[in-house]
């Protein structure tokens, strides 16, 4: 099983970003779905996440500027960046909560 991120990159403050993750080699029965980040020095936290039922919720620091979504597909989550600050420079990661997969993470650089 893998789980490819992608969609990070460089942009300016103000700027947005779509990331992707895809999971290849098994279909998900739970559409449940974690993003987390990990900044230089600093612990991985949780982002956003979407319930199989397609709930949501996010960190205080994101709330208001990302979304995270699916489409019928139950292996592709997205998680759509808005109005980027350079703090929310990190590696971007997503993960499957129920069955503990990890993405191989993308980096998001926010350059003030």
């Known amino acids: 099983v893998q789980l490819q991120a992608s969609g990070g990159g460089l942009v300016q403050a103000g700027g947005s970003l779509r990331l992707s993750c895809t999971a290849s080699?098994?279909?998900?029965?739970?559409r449940a779905w974690n993003w987390h980040r990990q900044a230089p020095g600093k612990q991985r936290e949780l982002v956003a996440l979407i319930t199989s039922g397609g709930s949501t919720d996010y960190a205080d620091s994101v709330k208001g500027r990302f979304t995270i979504s699916r489409d019928n597909t139950p292996n592709k989550v997205y998680l759509q960046m808005n109005s980027l600050k350079p703090e929310d420079t990190a590696v971007y990661y997503c993960?499957?909560?129920?069955?503990?997969?990890w993405g191989q993470g993308t980096q998001v650089t926010v350059s003030s």
């Open positions: 080699g098994t279909i998900f029965s739970s």
């Open positions: 993960h499957h909560p129920v069955r503990g997969y």
